[in-house]
């Protein structure tokens, strides 16, 4: 990789994605177009002998002399101005996991879907690591592909939660294992349509061939169909939490069984989990799939699915004051994961909602409320769309909130013993946060400093 390259993206994967073209050899060139920001702090990022050029603001072509190469934070879209400056000239663009599998050894597992991205590949990654002495759990989880991608050998196994922002412009990636969770409505302010979200999300699988494998949901009708369909090589792995398959993982009462080859076996019972919810038994078989393939014992997976703790910011019990139970669910960005977390609540809820908004629609959301929500708290930019949707469907117990600490509040004064208070915002955290994690950590102050 002695070429020169481009990156677009000054924040975590754009920098990680620098320092691995320069640890391979490149030279590069950094790209923000926020002409504000201070060149000084991105270069101190860097050590003083790399060769990094700082360009901030406008994109001219004349900037791009030499340059072979575009590599694109997930946070960009590709209908992003300069990317038509690149256009002009034939440069081409990939993800940053296009670039770290390119560098990257060993096997990969990557999974992917609308929600449970998070925990299923954390899930994943613990499993492997009962295994296997050399894991690497990277991407949307928080540690960049990029930034592990040299460390890994022949033997390692990688772990990869990947999004639609990553899947975009990606080129051979290819894993020995990918898993597509679920498809639901969000980030159509980025894709527009459902079609164009969908054909992103299943394009993870497009490089697979015979050798490799893909875990599908079965309950959900777009996933159905693509491993049915003729044009998929890789072995298909369903799970069903709806439905006793013939082949898969599937729910029998509180059992999660797996049948292959004409033989069933008992994985786990879901009161042995310490994770709630139906989701979250999905998520788990998922996680179970993806380790069989990859060739973990049964014996192995069943230890390690039992000790595995929810992750942070996904429906994450924070404590118990005057019997009334708080729950950080800030991962819950868009209507149909807030809709899980309700789900798995134990009994009457006060829900703290609202930030930025992606274009979603709320009436589902709203409509899983029945016998659940007894107050709904706003915040942020949407909580006027939501109080309106909310009042068509006849829900009228809402109340405003200017902040967090506000909103921890009102849910304090007005939660009786056996209540539970939730953060599950159904939107992203722009604007009011910078992302979801700090959001969810804000909240949890709130809570412990009533």
Known sequence: MSQKVIVAGTGKSGISAAKLLLNMGGEVVLYDSNANLDEGQIRAKFGAKDKVDIVLGELKRSDLLGVELCIISPGIGLDAPFVSVLDSVQIPIWSEIQLAYQCARG???????????????????????????????????????????????????????????????????????????????????????????????????????????????????????????????????????????????????????????????????????????????????????????????????????????????????????????????????????????????????LLIAGGYDKDAKYDQWIESFEGKVKYLVLIGQTRDKIADCAKAHGFTEIMYAEDMEEAVHVCASYADMGDNVLLSPACASWGMFKDYEERGRIFKECVRSL
């Open 107 to 349: 096997k990969l597992a990557a999974i992917t879907g609308t929600n449970g991205k998070t925990t299923t590949t954390a899930l994943t990654g613990e499993i492997m690591k009962s295994h296997f002495s050399d894991v690497h759990v990277v991407g949307n989880i928080g540690i960049p592909y990029t930034e592990e991608a040299l460390e890994t050998e022949d033997s390692s196994v990688t772990v990869a939660e990947v999004s639609s922002f990553q899947l975009e412009t990606i080129m051979d990636f290819r894993p020995d294992v990918s898993a597509i969770l679920n498809i639901t409505p969000d980030h159509l302010n980025r894709h527009k349509t459902m079609e164009c979200y969908i054909a992103v999300k299943e394009s993870i699988t497009m490089n697979q061939t015979e050798k490799d494998s893909c875990v599908l949901n079965y309950d959900d009708p777009v996933l159905r169909e693509l491993g049915q369909s003729k044009e998929l090589l890789p072995k298909v792995i369903f799970f069903s939490s709806r439905e006793k398959l013939d082949q898969g993982l599937y729910m029998d009462g509180d059992m999660i069984m797996y049948r292959a080859g004409g033989r069933e076996e008992e994985v786990v019972n879901v009161h042995q989990l310490q994770l709630l919810g139906r989701h979250n038994y999905e998520n788990v078989m998922a996680a179970v799939a993806i380790s069989l393939e990859m060739g973990v014992p049964m014996k192995k997976i069943q230890e390690a699915v039992k000790q595995f703790k929810a992750v942070e910011h996904r429906i994450e019990f924070v404590l118990e004051r005057s019997g009334v139970k708080y729950y950080n669910d800030s991962k819950g960005t868009n209507p149909d994961a807030a809709i899980q977390a309700i789900k798995a609540m134990p009994g009457p809820t």
